[in-house]
């Protein structure tokens, strides 16, 4: 079963540089406010591991809100996931993990870095955007494509 992130368990060891998604998958699009599972899951991931929150949002000053209230450091860079390069600037201490919500956007970032990844169930909103759901939709039918070919190759 795919988790919430609030109710993730990434164990202490071994330390993990993440690569962590923000939006889909600490807030629902768009959102700024973080609830207190959410804080407290970051919290407790932030003890273990080097977290970064990476989004390809296109508004940074949200971002940089959800990042000064995490306590996280935000990775900016004029890449967008799935690129490779965006985190050519990061100074990698330990072996990645991406978390994220999106298939083409976080798990073949990982899979580009030849990091593991980990799904979260994806926070979503009645006030999500026609764009953002059609997004989704299409998102989820090319993981269900790419997992039920997975099994014939
Ligand atoms: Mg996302």
Aim: with cysteine; charged share 25%.
């Amino acid at each position: 079963m795919t988790p919430r992130f609030s109710d993730l368990v990434v164990p202490a060891t071994p330390r993990r540089t993440i690569i962590l998604d923000i939006d889909g998958t600490l807030v629902a699009d768009g959102e700024i406010e973080l609830s207190p599972d959410t804080i407290a899951a970051l919290g407790a991931l932030a003890g273990a591991h080097d977290v970064y929150l990476c989004s390809n949002n296109v508004d940074p000053e949200r971002s940089r809100a959800i990042a000064e209230t995490s306590g996280l450091p935000l990775l900016m860079s004029r890449y967008r996931k799935p690129d490779a390069r965006v985190i050519s600037d990061l100074k990698v201490r330990h072996p990645i993990l991406v978390i994220g919500d999106k298939y083409l956007t976080d798990e073949v970032f990982a899979r580009r870095l030849k990091a593991d990844f980990i799904r979260v169930e994806r926070i979503v909103s009645h006030e999500d955007a026609l764009l953002t759901r059609l997004t989704y939709v299409f998102d989820d039918a090319v993981f269900a494509l790419a997992k039920a070919m997975n099994r014939f190759v």
